[in-house]
T-cell receptor, first 115, second 111 residues
Framework: ETGVTQTPRHLVMGMTNKKSLKCEQH?????MYWYKQSAKKPLELMFV???????ENNSVPSRFSPECPNSSHLFLHLHTLQPEDSALYLC??????????????FGEGSWLTVV | DAKTTQPNSMESNEEEPVHLPCNHS???????IHWYRQLPSQGPEYVIH???SNVNNRMASLAIAEDRKSSTLILHRATLRDAAVYYC????????????FGKGTLLTVNP
């Protein structure tokens, strides 16, 4: 248990579906992140939120839409995805996004398959 | 971004120490050295981090070279549960806060 919980753990969706991934952190952190991990590729940072404000949007296609209603919750809304978007989506949090000594805590990830 | 270089894979025997090397010759004075590991089908897990001095925690030790251009993660007694991909990452502050993952080192532990 890292204190970062992601749901669902597994999701299969069609290319015309709309679904959402949810992340909740119980650590009192101010920063939250979405990462994508495709097969045999390094983790890619997608979005960073600090105190509910987006501070990073790493050239992510608009079919991925993040939402951070408060500092404990982070969503990734998915619509009209492509099969190549199938990947492990990881949520993470840290006390502060800009302090290099902070530890980042990851959830177990949501496995997404687009059919 | 400052880069790190790690071997693609390493092998160890159970109960033996493991030394995982990382080169970071372009490290800047404010870069922290972080190590994470990722077990199969799980998210990355924090292992240890340091700036200049060697660090110890319940999971591992981090030995940092005097010139900071390299570091070594030490697992004192490898177990089967330590089989994972180990990532050595440099993290800066301010506008360079990103935790950027490379390919890491795949550690295999033999029984």
């Amino acid at each position: 248990e890292t204190g970062v919980t992601q749901t669902p753990r597994h999701l299969v969706m069609g290319m015309t579906n709309k679904k959402s991934l949810k992340c909740e952190q119980h650590l009192g952190h101010n920063a939250m992140y979405w990462y994508k991990q495709s097969a045999k590729k390094p983790l890619e940072l997608m979005f960073v939120y600090s105190l509910e404000e987006r501070v990073e949007n790493n050239s992510v296609p608009s079919r991925f839409s993040p939402e951070c209603p408060n500092s404990s919750h982070l969503f990734l809304h998915l619509h009209t995805l492509q099969p190549e978007d199938s990947a492990l989506y990881l949520c993470a949090s840290s006390q502060d996004f800009s302090r290099p000594g902070n530890t980042i805590y990851f959830g177990e990830g949501s496995w997404l398959t687009v059919v | 971004d400052a880069k790190t270089t790690q071997p693609n894979s390493m092998e160890s025997n159970e109960e033996e120490p493991v030394h995982l090397p990382c080169n970071h010759s372009t490290i800047s004075g404010t870069d922290y050295i972080h190590w994470y590991r990722q077990l199969p089908s799980q998210g990355p897990e924090y292992v240890i981090h340091g700036l200049t001095s060697n660090v110890n925690n319940r999971m591992a030790s981090l030995a940092i070279a005097e010139d900071r251009k390299s570091s070594t993660l030490i697992l004192h007694r490898a177990t089967l549960r330590d089989a994972a991909v180990y990532y050595c990452i440099l993290r800066s502050g301010g506008s360079n806060y990103k935790l950027t993952f490379g390919k890491g080192t795949l550690l295999t532990v033999n029984p």
